[in-house]
């Protein structure tokens, strides 16, 4: 099969999801996980319709995105991998969604390139349902202060939340937490599930699922580690 099968594919697996839960049809947003792909592997993606992408870092998509968003202005980009505070300038000028906000730091830095740039870029929380301290993302514990930080002291308008359940856990527990967190703090997006759990995703209330090797294919992982897969 190729990429644009396996995205014709994917789509059927999303309307479905929704179907089997009540949900309205396009209740969901694909995000196409592009990271590591080259930009002659995401034309036939972007070809076939697909217009919402995500990236991990920051150089990677300022390698490969301006071209293709200035061939295809109607793209909306997304970071999943983590933000530095030194690419915060970068991060703001080139994507459409931000899904990492984790600290004050990057809250601060953010806060202060939207103003000079003028672009105001969705804000997400990456929330760490699974307390890895490997991984980023804010304690469960602490998101309703934090985000309330992001607003008060930083005046950021944060959009919704984003997890990345443990790889060796039942991710529906993971989901259910988020969503609750969501509910809690009424805001509306949820960034959650990927390749092989984002019908699982689609049940617990995901409004944007991350899916890339279903889509894209097998990854080289000799590359530099990525924290966010998808």
């Given at each position: 099969?190729?990429?644009?099968?396996?995205?014709?594919?994917?789509?059927?697996?999303?309307?479905?999801?929704?179907?089997?839960?009540?949900?309205?049809?396009?209740?969901?947003?694909?995000?196409?996980?592009?990271?590591?792909?080259?930009?002659?592997?995401?034309?036939?993606?972007?070809?076939?319709?697909?217009?919402?992408?995500?990236?991990?870092?920051?150089?990677?998509?300022?390698?490969?995105?301006?071209?293709?968003k200035a061939a295809t202005p109607?793209?909306?980009?997304?970071?999943?991998?983590?933000?530095?505070?030194?690419?915060?300038?970068?991060?703001?000028?080139?994507?459409?969604?931000?899904?990492?906000?984790?600290?004050?730091?990057?809250?601060?830095?953010?806060?202060?390139?939207?103003?000079?740039?003028?672009?105001?870029?969705?804000?997400?929380?990456?929330?760490?349902?699974?307390?890895?301290?490997?991984?980023?993302?804010?304690?469960?514990?602490?998101?309703?202060?934090?985000?309330?930080?992001?607003?008060?002291?930083?005046?950021?308008?944060?959009?919704?939340?984003?997890?990345?359940?443990?790889?060796?856990?039942?991710?529906?527990?993971?989901?259910?937490?988020?969503?609750?967190?969501?509910?809690?703090?009424?805001?509306?997006?949820?960034?959650?599930?990927?390749?092989?759990?984002?019908?699982?995703?689609?049940?617990?209330?995901?409004?944007?699922?991350?899916?890339?090797?279903?889509?894209?294919?097998?990854?080289?992982?000799?590359?530099p580690a990525e924290t966010s897969?998808?």
């Amino acid at each position: 099969m190729s990429a644009a099968d396996r995205l014709t594919e994917i789509r059927h697996r999303i309307r479905r999801a929704e179907r089997a839960t009540g949900r309205p049809e396009g209740a969901v947003t694909l995000v196409a996980v592009s990271k590591t792909f080259p930009a002659e592997e995401i034309a036939p993606v972007i070809a076939a319709g697909q217009r919402v992408f995500g990236e991990n870092r920051v150089q990677e998509a300022k390698a490969k995105w301006p071209g293709l968003k200035a061939a295809t202005p109607e793209i909306e980009l997304h970071l999943i991998g983590p933000l530095q505070s030194n690419k915060a300038r970068e991060a703001v000028e080139l994507f459409d969604v931000i899904h990492t906000v984790d600290r004050d730091r990057i809250a601060e830095a953010l806060a202060a390139e939207m103003r000079r740039q003028g672009r105001t870029p969705k804000l997400l929380v990456q929330v760490n349902t699974g307390l890895e301290p490997q991984k980023a993302g804010i304690d469960p514990r602490e998101t309703a202060a934090f985000v309330e930080r992001c607003r008060s002291q930083h005046g950021l308008t944060i959009a919704g939340l984003m997890c990345i359940p443990p790889a060796e856990d039942a991710p529906g527990p993971h989901f259910a937490l988020l969503a609750k967190l969501g509910r809690e703090l009424a805001l509306p997006l949820l960034s959650m599930g990927m390749s092989s759990d984002f019908e699982t995703a689609i049940g617990l209330g995901a409004t944007h699922v991350r899916v890339g090797s279903a889509i894209f294919g097998h990854r080289d992982y000799g590359a530099p580690a990525e924290t966010s897969a998808a």
